[in-house]
């Protein structure tokens, strides 16, 4: 991940529970919102569902909000209706 940072100055990673680190993360931008936001979080429905609920406002309109490791079927999850783009 450092050389991440290395590379690519505007390149920030956390780490940490994804359910706790929402206010770290909005620390981080400093009233900015990120081009691109990649979580490795809950990999569950629900907690799949929080993290998007909780960060999609960090992620500026036209930007993305991409997950590691999610069920993107349809029939079991779909953030859609709550402003999100479809897999």
């Given at each position: 991940v450092n050389c991440l940072e290395d590379r690519f100055p505007r390149f920030r990673?956390?780490?940490?529970?994804?359910?706790?680190?929402?206010?770290?993360?909005?620390?981080?931008?400093?009233?900015?919102?990120?081009?691109?936001?990649?979580?490795?979080g809950d990999h569950g429905r629900d907690g799949v569902q929080q993290d998007f609920d909780e960060y999609r406002h960090l992620v500026r309109p036209g930007g993305l909000v991409a997950f590691h490791?999610?069920?993107?079927?349809?029939?079991?999850?779909?953030?859609?209706e709550r402003g999100g783009v479809p897999a």
């Open positions: 990673s956390v780490v940490g529970n994804s359910h706790k680190m929402v206010r770290q993360v909005e620390q981080m931008l400093n009233g900015d919102q990120a081009d691109f936001l990649f979580i490795d490791d999610i069920n993107a079927d349809a029939r079991y999850f779909s953030v859609a």
